[in-house]
């Protein structure tokens, strides 16, 4: 199987995932488990920096910063391990501001994925 890669991504890095990862089988499945963490964690964060719960918040963007490097582009890793770091020792407000700069690209970058896993015809859960 060839993968498919629909015209360019502004935050989904296909070749940095493929060169971490290393065969297509394992980055398509990879790519449906990030598209199911984006699914849920983006509005769990908002919940939870919405309830000044910002430990809650950090260990779920602990997370994100976890994938970041291996399927995002250079901008993203950088914007993701910024909020990360801020979610770690910033006040609720402070960290709820930068989440809200932050979450219309994750929201873009679960989109650009999902279109990833559509070009190769695989269903997400």
Same mark, same amino acid.
């Given at each position: 199987m060839t993968m498919t890669t629909p015209s360019s991504f502004a935050y989904l890095s296909v070749e940095r995932g493929m060169e971490f990862i290393g065969d297509e089988a394992g980055f398509l499945s990879l790519l449906k488990t990030l598209h199911k963490t984006l699914t849920t964690d983006i509005p769990l964060i908002s919940d939870l920096l919405s309830r000044d719960d910002v430990n809650g918040a950090n260990r779920l963007l602990h997370q994100v910063k976890g994938f970041a490097p291996v399927f995002c582009v250079d901008a993203l890793v950088e914007h993701v391990v910024k909020v990360e770091? +801020?979610?770690?020792?910033?006040? @609720?407000? =402070?960290? $709820?501001? @930068?989440? @809200? +700069?932050?979450?219309? %690209? +994750? =929201? %873009? +970058? $679960?989109s650009e994925v999902a279109l990833h896993l559509a070009a190769n015809q695989l269903a997400l859960d």
């Open positions: 770091a +801020l979610s770690k020792h910033g006040d @609720a407000p =402070e960290v $709820r501001a @930068a989440f @809200a +700069l932050m979450a219309p %690209q +994750l =929201e %873009q +970058l $679960r």
